[in-house]
């Protein structure tokens, strides 16, 4: 151990300014506090760990990513609000000191110190507010927190319900859409991760522990983000009714029809909010295709014939809108629309075709893999020749939407086992282990399980 230690001196007094005894004692402090905090001894680690923060500030990391451990132990077990704010703010001064010592550390303290007062339900919302606005604007790169996004986007829709700050209906959508677009950038980046992963497991390849542990981590962030848009989805649906929302943007036509990122904006505000029959939308729509035919465009002329019952006119369109998409999650999307609205139940073959399209396109689009599962298991009472067999398509729904990957997934085929024959069942149908066959539209073979 001593040798360890005139190792680790001599290469930390080449990489700091302190002179040779501070090195030592600042090692010393370190590797006292760093074995305390492995053993979940924050209290004793706590005051080696304030010698280091005091005068080691430079020395290492760890006394930054030790120290936010120890702070959060005091903050869990503060006996009075007051104790527990001051540790807070202790915190939050930490993730500053974070900061000026080790500038490039990526770690996105600026968001971890408005979270640590909304968290802690400490300080204003004005307070959390400041904090995580000046974090998604000066370190937007590192906020990738998901809930730190949604706090972002409430505290400043409560502004606008309570007239605060002069917010108007516009700015409400100008930062509506500035945090989905960091969304879309964040789940984008995770599902990229996903999809090398993804492919490498469908080829049979086994998965290593850390891609095991990426895919895992993925998919729970791809959930978090997914949940965060549904629930500001949820709260601008209040505020921007179709009829708030049509004559809103209709009295800003004529100005901005030039514009194409507000045609796109407006196309899409539109068309998520269910006003899309409008003609305001079809108005829109054309006019962005006009002035700069894009995937995006295509896609809303498609919504527009759609919504016009021309279903052949709405599938070229949406076709089209794939076939112009660079990125392969919007292609996915576009796909997923056909599957679900142009044939939906009415053609469950193509209907499943266009599904596996979307996740040829996207291999982590969870959500296609949702749907085929809702396909089969909607077809029960259409393939099988007995009842034991028209049961058996729920293992083929549940295993089908397992692929996805996600809580949804998760949930729709623990609900699909239930509805599958029972080990009594099998037990008394003598088939188990057989190979079932659905001649159906289905096509496909499900092998029932052994006991």
Same mark, same amino acid.
């Given at each position: 151990m001593?040798?360890?230690?005139?190792?680790?001196f001599?290469f930390l007094?080449?990489?700091? &300014?302190v002179n040779a005894? =501070? $090195?030592?004692?600042? /090692? @010393? !402090?370190?590797s006292?506090?760093n074995? #305390?905090c492995?053993?979940?001894?924050?209290?004793a680690?706590?005051?080696?760990?304030?010698?280091?923060r005091?005068?080691?500030?430079?020395?290492?990391?760890?006394?930054?990513i030790?120290?936010e451990?120890?702070l &959060?132990?005091?903050?869990? =077990? $503060?006996?009075s609000p /007051? @104790? !527990?704010?001051?540790?807070?703010?202790? #915190?939050?001064k930490m993730?500053?000191e974070?900061?000026?010592?080790?500038?490039?550390n990526?770690?996105g303290?600026?968001?971890?110190?408005s979270?640590?007062?909304?968290?802690?339900?400490?300080g204003?919302?004005e307070?959390?507010?400041?904090?995580?606005d000046?974090?998604f604007?000066?370190?937007?790169?590192?906020?990738?927190?998901?809930?730190?996004?949604?706090?972002y986007f409430?505290?400043?829709?409560?502004?606008?319900?309570?007239?605060?700050?002069g917010?108007?209906?516009?700015?409400?959508?100008n930062?509506?859409d500035?945090?989905?677009d960091k969304?879309?950038?964040?789940e984008?980046k995770?599902?990229d991760?996903?999809?090398?992963?993804?492919?490498?497991?469908?080829?049979?390849?086994?998965?290593?522990?850390?891609?095991?542990?990426?895919?895992?981590?993925?998919?729970?962030?791809?959930?978090?983000?997914?949940?965060?848009r549904?629930?500001?989805?949820?709260?601008i649906?209040?505020l921007?009714?179709?009829?708030?929302?049509?004559p809103f943007?209709?009295g800003s036509?004529?100005e901005?029809?030039?514009d194409?990122?507000?045609?796109r904006r407006a196309?899409d505000r539109?068309?998520?909010?269910?006003?899309?029959?409008?003609?305001?939308f079809?108005?829109i729509s054309e006019?962005?295709?006009q002035?700069?035919?894009?995937?995006k465009?295509?896609?809303?002329?498609?919504?527009?014939?759609?919504?016009?019952?021309n279903?052949?006119k709405?599938?070229?369109y949406?076709?089209q809108?794939a076939?112009l998409h660079?990125?392969?999650?919007?292609?996915a999307?576009?796909?997923?629309t056909?599957a679900?609205?142009i044939?939906?139940?009415?053609?469950k073959?193509?209907a499943?075709?266009?599904?596996?399209?979307?996740?040829?396109?996207?291999p982590?689009?969870?959500?296609?893999h949702?749907?085929i599962?809702?396909?089969?298991?909607?077809?029960?009472?259409?393939?099988?020749?007995?009842?034991?067999?028209k049961?058996?398509i729920?293992?083929?729904?549940a295993?089908?939407?397992?692929?996805?990957?996600t809580s949804?997934g998760n949930?729709a085929?623990a609900?699909?086992?239930?509805?599958?024959?029972?080990?009594?069942?099998i037990?008394?149908?003598?088939?188990?282990?057989?190979?079932?066959?659905?001649?159906?539209w289905?096509?496909r073979?499900?092998?029932?399980?052994n006991?």
């Amino acid at each position: 151990m001593k040798t360890k230690l005139i190792i680790v001196f001599a290469f930390l007094i080449g990489m700091t &300014n302190v002179n040779a005894q =501070n $090195a030592a004692d600042c /090692a @010393e !402090k370190l590797s006292i506090f760093n074995e #305390l905090c492995k053993a979940k001894d924050f209290v004793a680690a706590y005051e080696p760990w304030m010698y280091s923060r005091k005068n080691c500030a430079s020395f290492h990391e760890a006394i930054y990513i030790r120290g936010e451990q120890i702070l &959060n132990y005091r903050i869990e =077990n $503060a006996k009075s609000p /007051a @104790e !527990k704010e001051t540790e807070v703010r202790d #915190l939050i001064k930490m993730y500053g000191e974070y900061d000026t010592h080790f500038p490039n550390n990526n770690k996105g303290n600026k968001v971890r110190k408005s979270m640590a007062l909304f968290e802690n339900n400490v300080g204003t919302p004005e307070e959390v507010y400041q904090l995580v606005d000046e974090a998604f604007k000066n370190d937007r790169a590192n906020f990738t927190n998901a809930k730190a996004l949604y706090v972002y986007f409430e505290i400043y829709v409560n502004d606008f319900e309570a007239g605060k700050k002069g917010i108007q209906l516009q700015d409400l959508f100008n930062k509506y859409d500035e945090i989905s677009d960091k969304i879309d950038e964040e789940e984008k980046k995770l599902s990229d991760e996903l999809d090398v992963i993804l492919q490498k497991e469908e080829a049979g390849t086994e998965l290593t522990k850390k891609e095991s542990n990426v895919k895992n981590a993925n998919q729970i962030n791809l959930d978090a983000f997914q949940t965060i848009r549904t629930s500001m989805d949820t709260k601008i649906a209040q505020l921007s009714t179709c009829d708030r929302l049509i004559p809103f943007l209709g009295g800003s036509f004529e100005e901005k029809k030039g514009d194409a990122e507000w045609l796109r904006r407006a196309a899409d505000r539109l068309d998520k909010k269910g006003c899309s029959s409008d003609p305001l939308f079809s108005k829109i729509s054309e006019t962005l295709h006009q002035l700069n035919p894009t995937a995006k465009s295509a896609y809303n002329l498609g919504v527009s014939y759609y919504n016009k019952k021309n279903t052949a006119k709405a599938l070229e369109y949406f076709n089209q809108s794939a076939e112009l998409h660079k990125d392969s999650g919007e292609k996915a999307k576009v796909y997923y629309t056909v599957a679900r609205n142009i044939y939906g139940s009415s053609n469950k073959s193509q209907a499943r075709a266009f599904a596996e399209k979307a996740i040829a396109a996207k291999p982590s689009f969870g959500e296609a893999h949702v749907f085929i599962a809702q396909l089969y298991a909607n077809s029960a009472n259409e393939c099988g020749s007995d009842p034991f067999e028209k049961r058996a398509i729920y293992w083929l729904a549940a295993s089908t939407a397992r692929k996805a990957g996600t809580s949804a997934g998760n949930a729709a085929a623990a609900s699909y086992d239930k509805l599958a024959p029972t080990k009594a069942e099998i037990h008394t149908s003598g088939r188990a282990g057989e190979s079932i066959r659905f001649n159906c539209w289905v096509g496909r073979s499900v092998t029932v399980p052994n006991l």
